[in-house]
């Protein structure tokens, strides 16, 4: 009996759920059915917290690239990942030290050709090519001109130019 009730109530949730332009608050009905399966069975009242859950959700999900909080954007692996010598970047030929961290590149004629582009969806400092230090031009995400780095990433003088380290 009990089996069939949650069955009952089951449906009605999803079937408030399914049809957006039924409820489009959100809230659960106040309407007989409602109020019969929250004095039924108090699984009734989890399914409402579990819409208001979801509902509550959605905003939050929404805003977390808009807190402000620090979100770390260099990638893990591959180019502009951070290294502390050229065996921690696989598939690339060196480790570029600058202001005391260090990031995985590889040689560099052509940005657009040899280099990734910028890991971040927010951040604005372009891929370029830059002298490691040691004459040899390398990949990196210039900020030379108060372009901005990744999150997770500084910027920091390489040489003569700024890059995001």
Same mark, same amino acid.
């Given at each position: 009996m009990a089996l069939a009730g949650?069955?009952?109530e089951g449906t009605d949730v999803a079937t408030t759920f399914a049809d957006p332009t039924a409820n489009p608050s959100g809230t659960p009905p106040t309407s007989q059915g409602g109020s019969e399966a929250e004095a039924t069975d108090g699984s009734a009242g989890s399914a409402g917290s579990a819409e208001s859950? $979801? !509902?509550s959700m959605t905003p939050a999900t929404s805003s977390e690239g808009s807190t402000g909080a620090p979100v770390n954007e260099q990638p893990e692996n591959g180019m502009y990942s951070e290294c502390m010598n050229a065996g921690d970047c696989i598939g690339?030929?060196?480790c570029v030290i600058a202001g005391g961290t260090g990031f995985c590149s590889s040689g560099c004629s052509n940005p657009i050709a040899d280099c990734d582009p910028n890991p971040?969806?927010? $951040? !604005?400092?372009p891929a370029a090519c830059v002298d490691n230090g040691a004459g040899l031009q390398v990949?990196?995400?210039s900020?030379?001109?108060g372009q901005t780095c990744p999150g997770g990433m500084d910027c920091v003088a390489l040489g003569a130019t700024m890059v995001c380290a």
């Open positions: 949650c069955t009952v859950g $979801a !509902t690339l030929t060196t971040s969806a927010t $951040a !604005t400092a990949c990196a995400l900020c030379a001109s």
